[in-house]
Each structure stands twice: as structure tokens, then as C-alpha cells.
């Protein structure tokens, strides 16, 4: 007998050897009371499916779809049962999963026959058909082999993507699922059957489809949609770049380092954002508005790309004038609370916009302005003699979590503002149906930053995360639709480059702490990617703001 620990209620019960994931809930279910259906399990921290068994005493904690992982299982099923449907009334067509996109993600969809674009009869077909499958309440199947035997499946299916991805693996075994007749390869575990997926809809979206998913913290609803054109343009003009570059998924990257291309990856990849920032800068020299506002969310690179941009504004003729809003943070003992007493510094009103509004419109009209300058060991806001005035050939440079929120600059007309917003927006993925979350690119990028500058350790960095994102959710991406212009600043060959930095780091994180899951999850990803040193980054990449040797000088 076993003896399992649910970290639920935090009580042990004995099981036979072997016993499920869904054995062990059964026992304990009456107890737990989740307010949503439990869709998948962590084990020693650990993400698992359901079906998953045990053999060795385990701590168990059941997860729903508002937990990351949880979602994760959710929609990665819910993806298969759409692959399926896609089968069953299109055979031989392609169904990519590209993105998230408009809470939901982002779907290309090639018909063979008959060919031609999506049309509106063609997704309620698919959701005909994805339903029948769900009230079905089919299973999903897990299965082991050898790694040659899952790459003669999948070649004999066509899948050059899930073949090219398991070459260069280096696994010895692997996994792959299958859903009835149609079988797929998937990198995390999936639910039982179709019928735990009550929640979803298909609709179309641009010239392809929009999977839309549950909310994050109602599960029991569908995620808002949000139209959102300028970020799906941002990703189609990112992923024709990478069709040109003939890398589309993590197999063309590896089959690309292992042909010795990694260099002229990184050379092009580079170029491409450089001549990006040069068209934004002569855009502004255009236009020449007075204050240009750049936003993105944590690690997109702000900080590098506001300098490369102020490089090239000063070839145009402009002079950068680099104004923060970290020095208008209200005084520490005024800043708003989180729920759990920490102060949530991401808050607007932890900055006296108000002020900050009131010196930035005198600035435009030609005024000398006194700015403060916060003590972040003290906690106040502190006036020593700085002062700033717009010169003619000046443009006012303002980076910040709340820069495109209308309150801080609501009496500046519209011509005078140019509004950027900055992010690194993944669009290689692991295979069709595999897509890489832009957000773990960024965590990636902050574990990496944070572990190199002394500021916290990976597993501090991950358990920040959460709160991070719902700052993101709040106060960043509803004005992202408003920039005039999109930079995405992720690179082709970023997780080859990242992995060495990423390994050492995420390895030290002890199994026993909750942040395990996460860093296993990440490691078990990064893996998938042959590694790639940073040696022919050059230096003023965005890249260095976070892999370290950059040649920007950066403060705090």
C-alpha cells in the first residue's frame, strides 16, 4: 500500500500500488471542494495527467483550469480534439496553432479539398464535429515508444514538423497520444477524455480561426474576446519572416544550428530589428511629435530597445530626452496595498500621475520644468535642482509599465504623442500544434536577468511571476491596441541561446519547493532546442539586457 498525501486538505490516505491520479481523487473528492472541475494534477510539484500512476508514496495536489498548469492541460486537449475534428472532415489538410491571440489562440487552417480559405460554413462543420467528440467523452491515450518507432508514425503520416522536432531530441523514448483513429504528439499531459472539455468555442478570425478558450479565473465561462488587429499583424509579419528563414518550429532551428547556420540566424534576426527601429525612428522624425511613449510588459527589452532607439533618433537629427516615471512613485507609505500586504508597486496609483500629467503638458508648451527624483532607500520622492526644458530638435523619450494609459496624458493632444509598445512575441513553436507561450519567453528572459544581477534567485523570480502577469492583464495590455506602432523583440534563435544560461539557473531550484513544477516544465521545453552560445550576440543586442555584456550602460 501506498501512502498519499493530497496537499489539498493536507491529509494521508493508504492506496493500492498503482493506483491513478483519478483513483486517488475519487477518495479524496468530497473533501477538497474545488469550486471547478479538477482537470489534472501535480505530483511532488510536478504537472500530471489524470491517468497518470502511482508507484512510490506521493504528495498529490488536484489543480483546476485557473491554476497555470491546470489551463495548460485544458487547452492542449482542447487542441487535439480540434487537430481531430480537422481530420475527420479534411483529410490531409494542416491545421497550425500559432499563437494567443484575442484570449483565445490564434489558428491556420490549409484545406486539401477543398482548397481555398476558411469559410464561416467550414468552422461550424469543425465545431459540429468537436462537439461530437466531446459528447462523446472520448479518450485520449497515452502512449511510450522508442523514439525511432514515434518518428516512423509520424513520418508515415506526413508530419515533417513532429519528425524534425524528434530527430534532434535526443530522447531515447517518447510519447505520443491518440484521440480514436487520429494520433499527435504533445510535449504535456492532456485530460482523460473529451468530455472533461465543457468550455470552448471556434469561431473565425482573419483568414483563419480563433480557439477560444476558458476564462482564467472563472473557468466555467469563456475568455472575454478581445478584437486585437495590430498584435495579429505584429505576429503574421513576424511569422512570414520566419517562412523566408525557413524556420517555422523548434526541428528547423535545430536542423539549422546543426548545419552551422546559428550565426547567420542571429546576424539576420538582428538586422531585421534594427532596420525596424530605424523605420520607427524616421516615422517619428516624420511625424515629429514631442513625447514618444513605449510600453511593454516584463523583459520585453524596453530598456535596450529605448536606447537603440535614442541612436537612431539622433541620426535622424532628433535629441533623445529620456524622462522616467519611476521618479513620480507616490512616497512608500502612500503606495496601494496587494491583498497580501506587499506593496503593488505596478498600481497606477502608486504614481502621482496627476504631476507627472501636469509636467509633461508643461514641457510641451516650452516650459522649464523641476522634476523629482525618487529615493528608493528612503522611499520619498525628492527634489534636488533637476530641471528639463524642450529644446526645438528635443523629443521627451517616457518607458513605462503605465505609459500608454490615457491618465497620464490626457490634456496632451494626439499629434504630439507617438505611442510604442514593445514585447517578445514567440512565433516559432515546437511543432504545428505545439506553440511556445509568448509569456515563458519573458520569464525566461527575467529568471536569466535576475539570477545575473544578484536580485533574486529562479525560484523568487517564479513565484513573483503570477502577480507579475495579473499587473500585465491589468494595466498593460488594454492599451496595447492604441500604439501607433508594434516591436516584437524576440529573436529565432533565442531558446538555443537562453538554454545554457537557463539550465544552470533552473536546476538549483530544490524539488521540495513549489516553484519545482515550473522550473521542470521550463527545463523539459528548453530541451528541445539544441544549445546555442551567446558569443555571436553582438553587444547592443537585446538580447545582453538579459544574457549580460551589453555595451548600454543601465541604471538600478
Known amino acids: 500500500m501506498l501512502q498519499i498525501r493530497c496537499k489539498n486538505n493536507n491529509v ?3 492506496f493500492p500500488e498503482g493506483s491513478s491520479l483519478l483513483d486517488v481523487y475519487q477518495e479524496f473528492a468530497q473533501d477538497i471542494h474545488l469550486p471547478y472541475p479538477v482537470v489534472s494534477a501535480k505530483v511532488n510539484n510536478v504537472s500530471q495527467g489524470l491517468k497518470f ?3 512510490q508514496n506521493r504528495d498529490v495536489e488536484f489543480l483546476d483550469a485557473r491554476e497555470g498548469s ?13 487537430y481531430k475534428a480537422t481530420q475527420d472532415l479534411f483529410p490531409g489538410s494542416k491545421l497550425f496553432i500559432e499563437h494567443s491571440l484575442s484570449r483565445g ?9 477543398p482548397a481555398g480559405a476558411v469559410t464561416d460554413d467550414d468552422v461550424e462543420r469543425l465545431k459540429v464535429r468537436m462537439k461530437e467528440i466531446v459528447d462523446l467523452d472520448m479518450p485520449f491515450r497515452r502512449n511510450e515508444a522508442t523514439t525511432e518507432e514515434t518518428i516512423r ?4 503520416r506526413g508530419f515533417s514538423d513532429k519528425v ?32 472533461y472539455l465543457k468550455v470552448w468555442d471556434l469561431q473565425r478570425y482573419q483568414d483563419g480561426m480563433l480557439l477560444r478558450v476558458p476564462d482564467w479565473n472563472d473557468p466555467s465561462r469563456l475568455a472575454e474576446y478581445v478584437d486585437m488587429p495590430k498584435t495579429f499583424s505584429m505576429f503574421s509579419e513576424k511569422t512570414r519572416w520566419d517562412i523566408i528563414m525557413r524556420l517555422s518550429n523548434a526541428g528547423d532551428v535545430n536542423k539549422a544550428i546543426l548545419k552551422g547556420y546559428a550565426s547567420e540566424l542571429i546576424q539576420v534576426s538582428e538586422a531585421l530589428q534594427e532596420k525596424k527601429i530605424v523605420q520607427i525612428a524616421e516615422e517619428i522624425a516624420q511625424k515629429k511629435p514631442k513625447l514618444v511613449l513605449i510600453t511593454g510588459p516584463s ?21 533623445p530626452m529620456a524622462f522616467s516615471t519611476d521618479d513620480y512613485f507616490v512616497n512608500r ?29 508643461r514641457l510641451m508648451q516650452g516650459e522649464t520644468v523641476e522634476v523629482p527624483e525618487y529615493n528608493f532607500a528612503t522611499g520619498k520622492r525628492e527634489y534636488n535642482g533637476k530641471r528639463l526644458k524642450l529644446q526645438r530638435d528635443a523629443v521627451l523619450i517616457m518607458e513605462g509599465i503605465h505609459a500608454l494609459n490615457p491618465l497620464l496624458t490626457k490634456n496632451i493632444a494626439d499629434e504630439a504623442k507617438f505611442k510604442i509598445y514593445i514585447s517578445a512575441l514567440t512565433s516559432i513553436s515546437l511543432d504545428d500544434h505545439n506553440w511556445i507561450p509568448v509569456r515563458d519567453n519573458r520569464l525566461l528572459r527575467r529568471i536569466i536577468r535576475d539570477y545575473n544581477k544578484g536580485a533574486f534567485t529562479a525560484r523568487e523570480t517564479i513565484s513573483q511571476w503570477k502577480n507579475v502577469c495579473e499587473a500585465e492583464d491589468k494595466w498593460i495590455f488594454p492599451f496595447q491596441e492604441t500604439a501607433d506602432v508594434m516591436f516584437n523583440s524576440a529573436l529565432n534563435i533565442e531558446f538555443a541561446v537562453l538554454r545554457p544560461h537557463a539550465e544552470i539557473i533552473l536546476s538549483a531550484i530544490p524539488r521540495n519547493c513549489p516553484e519545482y513544477g515550473e522550473a521542470h516544465r521550463l527545463l523539459k521545453f528548453l530541451h528541445f532546442f539544441l544549445p546555442v552560445s551567446d558569443k555571436e550576440i553582438p553587444p547592443t543586442s537585446i538580447m545582453r539586457e538579459f544574457v549580460g555584456g551589453s555595451s548600454f550602460k543601465y541604471e538600478r
Open 70 to 82: 491546470g489551463h495548460r492541460v485544458y487547452v492542449r486537449s482542447l487542441s487535439f480534439v480540434l
Open 105 to 113: 489562440y490564434y489558428c491556420n487552417f490549409k484545406k486539401k479539398a
Open 299 to 319: 523583459s520585453s527589452g524596453k530598456t535596450t530597445f529605448c536606447k537603440r532607439l535614442g541612436v537612431q533618433l539622433l541620426a535622424c537629427g532628433l535629441r
Open 53 to 55: 500512476r502511482l508507484f
Open 333 to 361: 507609505v502612500d503606495t496601494p496595498k496587494l491583498p497580501n500586504g506587499d506593496y503593488d508597486f505596478d498600481n497606477i496609483e502608486a504614481v502621482d500621475y496627476k504631476l507627472l500629467e501636469e509636467h509633461l503638458t
Open 164 to 195: 524534425k522536432l524528434l530527430e534532434t531530441s535526443g530522447q531515447i523514448y517518447s510519447d505520443y497520444y491518440t484521440l480514436g483513429d487520429t494520433a499527435d504528439y504533445y510535449y504535456g499531459p492532456l485530460v482523460p477524455s473529451a468530455g
Open 12 to 14: 494521508t490516505k493508504s
Open 153 to 156: 508514425i509520424f513520418a508515415e
